[in-house]
């Protein structure tokens, strides 16, 4: 009843066949050997970073000049964040696939599909380099950078753990907001240089978009900010380090609120669904990157992913209690990790599940409610300090409860997201229908 | 209601307060003939201010294959696979539509088993074709998983169209006479199968697009088509209900002994906005693949042995005389007017494809729409260029 064509073998040649025997070898026998041994490979990489760390630090590290240990450090946060940028890809990949009940990339590299990613960048590398005739040559070359590198800056004053941070200055929130908003410019410089209608409606969706969404974002932080008297990320982060209730999320009910308007927020300034009108596919066929190919594609992809991973690392620093671990235990960069894919993870499933909205409704959405909404959490959150304070009596009894309400709600969202996972699961075979399973080798 | 303000006082968005010194003009945007959102080959010439449609061109003709003039140097069996290509997405309704013209011009009575069996088969093909039409709509809206789930759906209908004919899209199923073979061993217990499974999943759409906030307020109170609009510009099919007429060709002038099955005609409420907008266009197929999946379950009970062909000549005569024979199409009425000489061949064939009479509408809805709002004006037009061009 059901016909499956065999696939065709794919030959390789060249350095491709080198880099296709290096994937096989590595997705067919290492990552599922690693999977075998997952738990001592897992505690085995921790001590041997701890036991790298503290060699560096104890013995090497006086040793060097600042500069080349700033050197190291910088090169070693670039390939973190081009790490983040293609497992970010991959991962959104799978993700699509598996909300749509497929697989998703399951042949490059053997282990579903892990070198798909390296494989795409590949072939974009080996692209021709195109710019249209008509496009403004210099400022169509430059927009890329413009794009990707201050997305990547970002990460320089990025804390990942006390002490895991390159600078740690004074106002490290301003720079790093600062830093996540000059992607906006080259954005614009592409669409406007790339001398085509298409692009230019991209560019200038996204000028309009983004300046007006920096503003609830600033604000939903700068309740944040008011609450604890820092901008610097390390000292917002240690401020939070009680535990699951001391996170500011649940500091106050202002602060829940203004998590979620930051969230938003932020989806609208990565551009992603359901804000994602300055490349809406359906209608402005890619938007500003319309005709970019090749490897300057490849940037502004990047710098997507890159700017997707700093804003849910900001959430996870300044409300979701950053390094610290929820349960008691030891803070390390871990939780801080777990927590910001976690959040990377939920831009994804948005992604999967909404429509996109259109530019009036996405106007109307930040000036009529957003704005007012963050402008009236920060004034209570302002002036929620005044009675937050162990000494005041209206702290010991109302503030008190309602402290821990929120953490309960906070408890049983995560509950009923963990909960809606288990059942589905559980019910995979149920609910992925039987044309799944008909079709698809290892559903 | 802020669409609304937004379409009868455009003047708002785009007079205002603009300086005099800053110098301002419209833009030719040409969308199309490649472009994600027109669905083939389609090309509209838009005249926009900013993100405000002022006037939307179609045109048409960059899938044009001749085939109402390939129909005049082949026989009348040949023509079949033509059919196919009309609108790909519902091969067997349109074999049933050219074999019906045939039929009535040569007085060719077809067996009992044979018109329920194309009854099905329509039906199934109705589903299938709406399924593109949802998935591919939510898609012009930005949201990419409803396509596929209706793409899983879809597949199914196609195993049992392979199952039954060898082909999945282009089919030639429906043949002069009947159908061109019987169902094999299971197939009615496979189709019943099917149609358990996919009533529990038109559900999933609801929740997932149909009734999705973000959804409805792309699409309620957009591209406004009241009824009197409609019929003047000679929409038919999901069109023309979702301005609230119910005319349906198989209750109207019931065809394949239709007459005998217990379905309704499903029309716009203007639920979520105005009567006659995309929403109520969208939905319209939603609430048609139920009733299909009705007429299908009806036609299953009453399925009798016996034979499925009558026999026809291979190269055969048709008296000389003129016809015109109309079916329910997925998307509208899909009209032949056949003209024969008493040769083998029809001597004209003129094909009156519902898209393309859908699809004049479109310069009417356009203005003052937004940019995206074209996405969702073609998309609930829901044209296929195959049928349009010919």
């Known amino acids: 009843m059901t016909y499956i064509p065999q696939r065709p073998p794919v030959q390789y040649k060249g350095l491709s066949l080198v880099i296709a025997r290096l994937a096989t070898w590595l997705g067919g026998i290492v990552i599922p050997l690693l999977l075998q041994l997952a738990w001592p490979v897992f505690i085995a990489a921790i001590v041997v970073i701890v036991a790298f760390v503290w060699v560096v630090g104890r013995f090497i590290n006086p040793l060097l000049p600042w500069i080349v240990r700033d050197f190291i450090v910088v090169v070693g946060l670039l390939a973190f964040a081009c790490i983040v940028a293609i497992i970010g890809i991959w991962g959104e990949r799978k993700v699509a696939g598996r909300i749509q009940s497929r697989l998703g990339p399951m042949r490059t590299g053997v282990w579903h599909g892990w070198a798909q990613s390296l494989a795409d960048g590949l072939k974009f590398v080996q692209k021709e380099d195109l710019i249209p005739r008509e496009a403004d040559g210099p400022l169509f070359r430059l927009a890329p950078y413009i794009a990707l590198v201050p997305a990547f800056c970002a990460y320089l004053a990025l804390p990942f753990g006390v002490g895991w941070v390159f600078r740690d200055a004074d106002v490290s929130l301003l720079f790093v907001l600062a830093m996540l908003a000059i992607e906006v410019l080259g954005v614009i410089m592409g669409g406007w240089a790339s001398n085509s209608k298409w692009s230019l409606y991209g560019a200038m969706r996204e000028g309009c978009q983004l300046v007006s969404y920096e503003i609830p974002m600033g604000l939903s932080l700068l309740a944040a900010v008011a609450a604890t008297g820092s901008v610097s990320l390390v000292q917002l982060g240690e401020a939070q380090s009680g535990g699951w209730f001391s996170w500011l999320i649940f500091r106050n009910p202002f602060l829940f609120f203004a998590f979620f308007t930051y969230y938003v927020a932020s989806l609208a300034s990565c551009k992603r669904s359901p804000f994602d009108l300055p490349e809406g596919e359906s209608e402005l066929v890619a938007g500003f990157h319309t005709e970019y190919s090749g490897f300057r594609f490849v940037m502004f992809f990047f710098a997507e992913y890159v700017a997707m991973f700093a804003v849910s690392a900001l959430a996870t620093i300044i409300f979701l209690g950053g390094w610290h671990s929820p349960v008691g235990g030891p803070s390390t960069p871990l939780w801080f990790l777990i927590k910001s894919t976690f959040l990377v993870w939920v831009q994804m499933w948005i992604r999967w599940t909404l429509p996109r909205i259109r530019i009036d409704q996405v106007m109307h959405a930040c000036v009529k409610y957003l704005l007012p909404f963050t402008l009236l959490l920060f004034l209570g959150s302002s002036l929620w300090q005044l009675i937050d304070n162990p000494t005041h009596p209206v702290f010991e009894g109302f503030a008190h409860l309602l402290h821990y309400g929120l953490g309960v709600i906070g408890l049983l969202l995560l509950g009923l997201y963990f909960a809606g996972m288990v059942y589905g699961y559980w019910n995979r075979n149920r609910l992925v229908g039987q044309m799944a399973r008909k079709h698809l080798p290892g559903a | ?390």
């Not at chain 2, 419209?26 to 006037?55: C, Y």
């Not at chain 2, 409420?269 to 299908?296: H, K, P």
Request: aromatic share 10%; glycine share 8%; proline share 6%.
């Open chain 2, 1 to 390: 209601m802020k669409e609304i303000e937004l379409h009868s006082q455009p003047d708002l968005l785009h007079d205002g307060e603009v300086p005099s010194d800053i110098r301002t003009e419209e833009i030719m945007l040409n969308m199309g003939p490649q472009h994600p959102s027109t669905h083939g080959v389609l090309r509209v010439v838009l005249q926009t201010d900013g993100e405000l449609v002022l006037k939307a061109t179609p045109y048409i003709g960059y899938l044009h294959r001749c085939a109402e003039k390939i129909a005049e140097k082949v026989t009348y069996r040949q023509f079949t696979p033509y059919t196919d290509r009309l609108d790909y997405l519902s091969a067997m309704n349109n074999n049933l539509g050219y074999a019906l013209a045939v039929e009535k011009l040569g007085g060719i009575e077809v067996p009992p088993r044979a018109d329920y069996l194309r009854v099905i088969f329509a039906e199934l093909n109705r589903i299938a074709s709406h399924l593109v039409a949802i998935g591919s709509y939510g898609l012009d809206m930005g949201a990419y998983t409803p396509l596929v789930y209706s793409f899983r759906e879809r597949e199914w209908i196609m195993d049992l169209f392979e199952a039954a004919c060898g082909a999945r899209l282009t089919c030639s199923y429906i043949t002069i006479g009947g159908i061109r073979e019987d169902v094999p061993e299971g197939w009615v217990q496979q189709c019943r199968e099917f149609l358990d499974y996919f009533e529990s999943k038109i559900a999933d759409y609801n929740n997932l697009l149909s009734y999705n906030h973000i959804f409805v307020n792309r699409t309620a109170n957009v591209g406004i088509c009241p009824a009197d609009l409609a019929v003047a510009y000679g929409l038919t099919g999901p069109c023309l209900r979702g301005s609230g007429v119910a005319w349906d060709l198989r209750k109207a002038t019931p065809y394949c002994r239709y007459n005998e099955f217990d379905f309704d005609i499903p029309v716009g409420q203007g639920a979520n906005g105005t009567l006659g907008d995309c929403w109520d266009r969208y939905f319209v197929r939603v609430l048609e693949m139920v009733q299909s999946v009705r007429i299908i379950r009806q036609a299953l009970d009453k399925l009798t042995e016996g034979p499925v062909q009558t026999k026809v000549p291979r190269i055969m005569k048709l008296p000389a005389g003129v016809v015109y024979y109309e079916v329910e199409n997925p998307r509208g009425q899909l009209g032949f007017h056949l003209v024969s000489d008493g040769g083998t061949s029809p001597y004209r064939l003129k094909i009156r494809g519902p898209s393309f009479c859908n699809l004049s509408v479109l310069p009417v809805l356009a203005p003052n729409c937004l940019l995206a709002d074209i996405a969702a004006l073609i998309g609930s037009i829901d044209v296929v260029m195959g049928e349009v061009d010919r």
